[in-house]
């Protein structure tokens, strides 16, 4: 008579041992199967309390802003850098060259760029050299892959220049800084500041009517010789890219 009862308890108790085994394997099972989604949903819901908060999150989104604002802002100049580097390239002929600025040295005595190209690509001394808006000087020295650029603004720069709207010469000399002196040929230059400084027609050297600068001020105290202060329009401390006038 007992045997049945207790053969079902021994059943039951048998059972309840491997209870835990049971729901511990179809745990397992579950994670693998979810690929631990459970544990995940289960760990959000503990932790909401301790997201950040509407200030880190307004914080977050203004950092994201200023990121984007500031990528823009770089694109922009490299649009800048890219669209004047194309206006070099089609502007190339058999006359012309464009050659990258590999090093510049643009205070002291020494104002000079040096450029990448040299004697196998044409370029010899005393080729004017331009960038964009205008002249920047001249080739002082070359080797077969290289040459040397004395800028506009060296001390040791002299070019002939005139104002084309009062027809009047001068002489362009470097003074060691971002701007040039002009030295009038006569007292009488007429000239005036924001009038245009080119190189001069008569020149033998240089190409005629190349823009060069503006003048800025005058100073007519000088008794034989009038002066001006002439801002240069090609900056050489920015310019990536050159293009050499073959003569």
């Known amino acids: 008579m007992g045997g049945p009862h207790w053969a079902g308890r021994i059943r039951l108790k048998n059972l ?5 085994l049971l729901i511990f394997g179809g745990g397992l099972f579950l ?3 979810t690929k631990g989604a459970v544990f995940l949903d289960t760990y959000a819901f503990l932790s909401r309390p301790f997201w950040p908060g ?11 802003s200023i990121e984007q604002q500031t990528k823009l802002r770089l694109l922009e100049q490299d649009n800048r850098r890219l669209r004047v580097l194309l206006a070099l390239k089609k502007s ?6 464009s ?13 000079q760029l040096e450029i990448g190209k040299g004697q196998l690509a044409g370029i010899s001394a005393d080729d004017p050299v331009l960038g ?22 060296s001390p040791s720069s002299r070019i002939g220049v005139w104002v084309p709207r009062t027809g009047r010469h001068g002489l362009l000399v470097g003074m060691g800084t971002s701007r040039t002196k002009l030295v009038f040929l006569d007292k009488g230059s007429s000239a005036l500041p924001g009038d245009v400084v080119s190189t001069s027609p008569a020149s033998t050297l240089l ?13 007519n105290q000088v008794p034989l ?7 240069l329009i090609a900056t050489p401390a920015a310019v990536d890219w050159v293009q050499v006038q073959l003569r």
């Open 54 to 64: 509407p200030a880190q999150k307004e914080w977050l989104r203004n950092g994201f």
């Open 225 to 231: 010789e009038p002066q001006a202060v002439v801002q």
């Open 92 to 97: 190339s002929s058999a006359r012309q060259i």
């Open 16 to 20: 309840g041992r491997l209870l835990p």
């Open 99 to 111: 050659a990258a600025v590999i090093s510049r040295q643009t205070q002291g005595w020494w104002h």
């Open 31 to 33: 994670v693998r199967l």
């Open 207 to 219: 190409p005629p009517n190349l823009p060069v600068g503006v003048i800025q001020s005058l100073n």
């Open 132 to 153: 964009p808006g205008g002249l920047l000087g001249r080739i002082q020295s070359v080797t077969p892959t290289t040459a040397r650029v004395r800028l506009l603004t």
